[in-house]
């Protein structure tokens, strides 16, 4: 689902997924930051797929 939000420089983008706000984090705060986010994405579905083998 889309998620609309407004920056604080008052300009509005449209997140259609975390790659856009990947892109965003890049934009405004720089690559390190975004390298940050998408580990901290591949952390959190490293654990949604430990939990559904968990459910098994």
Do not use: C, W
Not at 10 to 27: C, H, M, N, P, S
Not at 28 to 47: K, V
């Amino acid at each position: 689902m889309p998620t609309v939000m407004q920056l604080s420089n008052g300009k509005v983008e449209t997140l259609l997924t975390e790659r856009d706000f990947a892109y965003l984090i890049e934009q405004h705060m720089g690559y390190e930051a975004a390298d940050y986010f998408r580990s901290l994405m591949e952390e959190l579905e490293h654990y949604r797929e430990e939990d559904a083998d968990y459910d098994k």
